[in-house]
């Protein structure tokens, strides 16, 4: 059985499930997620055989008119319902998929990806919420923390990863332009760590930045909130390290500047440079515009009018 509505198949991480979140919401889908274990090469080569055993239980009918699947692991889950329910079901992968292109009915990839056909549409970063009327409507809320009426500078720090390095080089480079824009302004300097960063790099900066208009935000407080602080802040300083955390600064409309975390991937090199091209983002030397900018990546909106375009009737 299928009916109206939408399914997000969710591989447990954050950055994929948010983009298809992002999505369903700007399509106005009525969405359920559903979260699936990670499958390894052996499960997914025989997933089409024996997929009784091999599906989590919560994939099951009543099926959905729409699913929405992010990130290489959800693909084959998504292949398995696509080849179950045939045109009864619309299948929407973001990011570059790790098997055919033609199983899905819409394949939304990024740029750096470099992956084309007919049914693949481009973004110049990942998909969010964010953009210049999400923005002000956040800006425009009765209770917002008093610290963010003031103004202050937004940096977002990630950390090592499978295609970046966190190196001391790296860390102590981050230090040392913080601390000249420290000296620079008056402002509160608002730094926000994520789970990549580590407890090393967290103390490391925490120890050096003594000077009292640095405030420091851990993963998962509660102290302040991430989107009001983007919608707040005069400039955003980011690290390079993170494609959904770059992506929601350049979709903000403020000024962008970017910590480079050395990587060896072509894909987050392209990924880097065509921001830059667009001039959504520059590199961070310790001074700050502290003008909007007058562009701002707006993928999200952009795919669904590309979506709509194709009349899937959803």
Not at 56 to 61: A, E, G, L
Not at 183 to 199: H, W
Not at 220 to 238: F, G, H, P, Q, R
Request: charged content about 25%; proline content about 3%.
């Amino acid at each position: 059985m299928v009916k109206k509505g939408c399914w997000v198949i969710s591989d447990n991480i954050i950055g994929h499930e948010n983009q298809s979140i992002s999505l369903a919401d700007k399509l106005k889908l009525q969405y359920k997620i559903k979260k699936i274990k990670r499958l390894n090469f052996f499960q997914r080569n025989f997933l089409i055989f024996f997929p009784s055993i091999l599906l989590d239980k919560n994939i099951c009918p009543p099926y959905p008119k729409v699913i929405i699947s992010c990130g290489k692991n959800t693909a084959y889950t998504a292949n398995l319902l696509k080849r179950k329910l045939k045109k009864k079901i619309i299948s929407i992968f973001i990011q570059k998929p790790p098997i055919n292109i033609k199983k899905f009915n819409i394949v939304i990839t990024p740029k750096h990806d470099q992956c084309f056909g007919e049914n693949v549409i481009t973004t110049n970063g990942a998909l969010t919420k964010i953009n210049k009327s999400y923005i002000k409507k956040i800006k425009n809320k009765k209770r917002i923390p008093l610290i963010l009426r003031k103004k202050n500078l937004v940096v977002l720090i990630g950390g090592s990863s499978m295609h970046h390095k966190m190196t001391s080089k790296t860390l102590k480079e981050i230090k040392n332009k913080l601390v000249i824009t420290s000296k620079k302004y008056k402002y509160k300097i608002l730094i926000f760590f994520s789970r990549r960063t580590g407890k090393y790099n967290e103390n490391y900066l925490r120890s050096n930045l003594t000077d009292k208009k640095f405030i420091f935000i851990s993963p998962n407080s509660k102290k302040i909130n991430y989107l009001e602080a983007l919608s707040c802040t005069m400039a955003i300083i980011v690290s390079s390290d993170s494609v959904s955390m770059v992506s929601e600064a350049c979709s903000t409309g403020k000024s962008v500047y970017l910590f480079n975390i050395p990587t060896k991937s072509k894909k987050f090199s392209l990924f880097i440079k065509n921001l830059i091209n667009l001039k959504l983002i520059k590199f961070f030397n310790g001074t700050v515009s502290l003008k909007n900018s007058s562009n701002a990546l707006n993928d999200t909106e952009n795919i669904v009018k590309e979506i709509k375009k194709k009349n899937l009737n959803f």
